[in-house]
């Protein structure tokens, strides 16, 4: 009994606190590490959205700040074969078990509902595809195609499903041509380039992940 509430503590604590679990756990050095890092993640990610804007803030802590968060919470719930490099088993956890993809899978679902918000609040907007910006039902209709496909290419996810990484390299071959085309007909864009860059970096990480894909 003793041995199922403290893993359960610890992680309570490192959701609250980075570094905290690990400290309750026996572990003062790996905590300190875990502290210092986070610290320096988040100093990084504001000085970020000073530079780059509010988005690229945001960008910055979902794809990397946030995981960093859960995997050290995650790290205080398994069996530690090793002591030496801090997290170095839940990472292991994480890569064979492809929670990876299947955090990935909830950040659709999260972006689909942030599309479809967008959509409701702001009728008038028209999504630019390949140069133009469609209006009326052909606009509506480009428009609800991202959180559709959104929705599918995370539901796939979180149950690793093959056609899902078939969905969602069609879908970044479409947005990529689609980016590249913006690109020549409305010129350098802040949002557009880090849409582009982002996207080239997620898809190789993806690619790089494919056998876990039943």
């Known amino acids: 009994m003793t041995f199922q509430r403290a893993p359960m503590r610890a992680a309570v604590l490192a959701a609250l606190l980075p570094g905290l679990g690990h400290v309750v756990s026996r572990r003062p050095v790996h905590g300190l590490v875990i502290f210092s890092l986070t610290g320096v993640l988040i100093a990084s990610g504001l000085a970020l959205g000073r530079t780059a804007g509010l988005s690229a803030e945001i960008f910055y802590f979902v794809l990397l700040v946030l995981p960093w968060w859960l995997l050290q919470v995650y790290d205080t719930t398994v069996s530690h074969s090793d002591k030496g490099v801090p997290l170095a088993t839940a990472l292991r956890e994480v890569r064979d078990h492809a929670h990876d993809i299947r955090y990935l899978g909830i950040l659709f679902l999260v972006t689909a509902l942030m599309d479809l918000y967008i959509i409701l609040a702001n009728p008038d907007y028209a999504l630019a595809i390949f140069c133009s910006k469609p209006t009326g039902a052909l606009g509506l209709m ?8 959104h929705v599918l290419i995370g539901a796939g996810f979180l149950r690793l499903r093959r056609w899902a990484l078939g969905l969602y390299l069609a879908y970044a071959g479409f947005g990529l041509l689609n980016a590249t085309a913006n690109f020549a007909c409305f010129g350098f864009g802040r949002v557009r380039t880090v849409f ?3 996207l080239l970096a997620f898809t190789a ?3 790089s992940r494919r056998r876990h894909f039943a």
């Open 196 to 198: 582009l860059v982002s």
């Open 142 to 149: 480009v428009k609800i195609q991202s959180p559709t496909i």
């Open 205 to 207: 990480y993806i690619w």
